[in-house]
């Protein structure tokens, strides 16, 4: 049987749904019963047969005012530290990008010094600079001091540690940044020096902006990195921040691990709020990335559609589940097909 173009689009039948079949995992479902027994066989462990956990402890602690004021410290050296680390880590960053081989090789050094040696050394060695420089002479070279301070009223073992912690971390922060500004096609920066942009308006308003895509995410890890680091700064010595406030606090009770467990508690909540502002944070610069345009549909609806050495009478219109209007081309003739 033939099909004639004036007989309207041909009807085929509707397909039969397709059966899918879920693949079954049976040994992931042992794997996670697995799991779920040995946490619970851990849990019930140190909730009963663990007397040294001493939880009644734990729970006397956990919301004692030298903790509290402990974490306000902690809180303190991880945000004056980050934003130091964030300032100058820029600065080192560009100075890396720069044409000048000098700058170049003064920021490389910096980083070959404070990547390569660890952080407690460097805090320690931040501990002994009133010993090494007792006092800060100001004046003309040569020549007698006008005013000289005292290191030790000059710089607290607080802003000692402060200074410490920045300066290790603005070395990994510079990496990061010259990571994030290399990740922008250089194709942008041209674009915006051909629109007449200065260094200034191209690097705030066409490269960081798309810079922060990549630089977000490894500095909220440097951030919780930093809250833990503050650990350390007992070798400066300071000792009222979270970690060595507990611990001085078991040397008099004789329970070291709840004290443990409190300090653990602490940091892991305020790990969780970074946490979340940093998904937040991620959130927002990746607006537009990876997302698919949504499909455009005519604005003015197409009446009929005459090909090229064909009359409309030989075009048969179909019309759609939507009401749309679509032209079937004929069968025989130039673009049509066999029959």
Request: net charge neutral; with cysteine.
């Amino acid at each position: 049987m033939t099909h004639s173009p004036a007989d309207g689009p041909v009807q085929h039948a509707e397909p039969a749904p397709i059966e899918a079949i879920k693949l079954r995992h049976p040994w992931r479902t042992v794997f996670a019963v697995v799991l779920i027994v040995l946490v619970g066989i851990f849990v019930y462990d140190a909730a009963v047969n663990r007397p040294v956990y001493n939880w009644a402890e734990v729970g006397t602690y956990v919301f004692d005012t030298r903790i509290v004021s402990a974490i306000g410290y902690t809180l303190q050296l991880t945000v004056y530290s980050m934003i130091i680390a964030i300032v100058l880590g820029v600065a080192l960053a560009v100075m890396r990008l720069s044409p000048n081989p000098v700058v170049r090789v003064v920021a490389w050094v910096y980083l070959w010094i404070f990547r390569g040696t660890p952080v407690y050394v460097q805090l320690t060695f931040w501990g002994l600079v009133p010993a090494i420089y007792k006092s800060i002479e100001l004046g003309i070279p040569f020549t007698d001091a006008v005013v000289t301070i005292a290191t030790k009223e000059l710089l607290s073992f607080f802003t000692l540690a402060v200074i410490g912690l920045a300066l290790n971390e603005a070395a990994y922060m510079a990496e990061i940044v010259r990571a994030g500004l290399l990740a922008v096609d250089k194709g942008q920066d041209e674009a915006a020096t051909a629109l007449g942009l200065g260094w200034w308006h191209t690097m705030t308003r066409v490269v960081l902006p798309q810079a922060m895509r990549v630089i977000i995410p490894p500095t909220g890890n440097e951030v919780i990195s930093m809250l833990k680091t503050t650990s350390l700064v007992t070798a400066v010595p300071f000792t009222l921040e979270l970690y060595t406030r507990s611990r001085d606090i078991a040397a008099v009770t004789y329970q070291p691990v709840p004290m443990l467990i409190v300090a653990s508690i602490w940091y892991l909540v305020i790990t969780s709020v970074l946490m979340v502002g940093q998904y937040y944070l991620e959130k927002h610069f990746a607006k537009g990335v990876g997302q698919r345009p949504d499909i455009q549909r005519p604005s003015v609806a197409t009446a009929s559609i005459t090909v090229v050495g064909e009359t409309g009478s030989e075009h048969a219109k179909c019309t759609e589940a939507d009401g749309r209007t679509s032209i079937v081309p004929p069968h025989s003739g130039t673009g049509g097909g066999g029959r």
